[in-house]
């Protein structure tokens, strides 16, 4: 055996616990959620450390796009859409668990966009809505696409239904471009919209829930195919301990986080049915 091949054969199987690893919560993190964010993952990462996940880091991750993330080889933990991860991600990455949130439109892990309007807006039904301009966050984001298309795929009879559809690259963005009538509407996840109405009083006092979409598996946290599988029983051990740890408390009311929960990968293809559905009745892109 050569030297090099040698070498080849002593090297350790490169896994999340033996390199600096990468995190993310930037699904709900408004500038007002930062330290929230930032004390639940101090207490995640102090535990995954504890039991020898040596590659967690001490901070979470904000200068690198989500979707970016999503796909690292040495991802712990970020959480995700449920669209992508049926689709794009499928097979990438490893699902950990989805949060459950006290928020209003949330059931258990599933959860509901509220469409929302202008508060002076004179429509009274989605239907009233025909020809108005639409904001979407993303094009394959579940919660301002997906649901939002599964409401309009059985008014569109098969045709455009908007003049206009504006991407804004977030929720924030969107509610945004409603309040200031540069949309007519968007579908914002009912746990962005909780946390809007508690941090930014003033632009959901301008905006009017017209309808509230059907529900949906909500935003998974996962973990890079490299996180071995008593790594991942780590992850999802020390999620419990977060749950209940009497010194998270306040950090979960302000994250209106209820706990977690692991639900089979086919829970998560519901919203798969959904795009079925609307790609059956003639509108397969919100337009």
């Not at 929230?36 to 450390?49: E, K, P, Y």
């Amino acid at each position: 055996m050569t030297a090099k091949a040698s070498r080849a054969r002593a090297a350790p199987a490169r896994t999340v616990a033996s390199v600096q690893g990468k995190a993310a919560l930037s699904m709900y993190d408004l500038p007002e959620l930062h330290a929230a964010n930032d004390a639940l993952w101090s207490a995640i990462s102090t535990r995954l450390r504890a039991r020898g996940l040596t590659g967690a880091p001490d901070q979470l991750t904000r200068d690198v796009p989500a979707e970016v993330l999503w796909t690292h080889p040495d991802l712990i933990l970020a959480q995700t859409c449920g669209l992508p991860l049926a689709t794009r991600l499928e097979g990438q990455v490893q699902v950990v668990a989805t949060p459950r949130y006290r928020a209003r439109g949330c059931e258990g892990i599933d959860y509901r966009s509220a469409v929302v309007v202008r508060v002076d807006h004179p429509a009274n039904s989605l239907d009233d809505l025909r020809g108005g301009r639409c904001a979407v966050n993303d094009l394959h984001s579940n919660s301002g696409m997906n649901l939002l298309r599964a409401e309009i795929a059985p008014l569109a009879r098969g045709r455009a239904f908007f003049s206009s559809v504006a991407i804004t690259g977030g929720h924030l963005a969107s509610a945004m471009a409603v309040a200031r009538d540069d949309a007519d509407l968007a579908a914002i996840d009912c746990v962005t919209f909780a946390h809007l109405q508690r941090w930014r009083p003033q632009l959901a006092k301008a905006l009017r829930v017209l309808n509230w979409t059907v529900r949906s598996p909500g935003l998974p946290l996962i973990t890079s195919l490299a996180t071995s599988p008593s790594q991942l029983a780590s992850l999802r051990e020390v999620l419990a301990e977060a749950a209940v740890d009497p010194m998270l408390r306040e950090v979960r009311d302000l994250l209106l986080l209820e706990g977690f929960s692991v639900a089979p990968a086919e829970h998560y293809r519901a919203v798969l049915r959904l795009a079925d559905i609307a790609r059956g009745l003639g509108y397969p892109h919100l337009a």
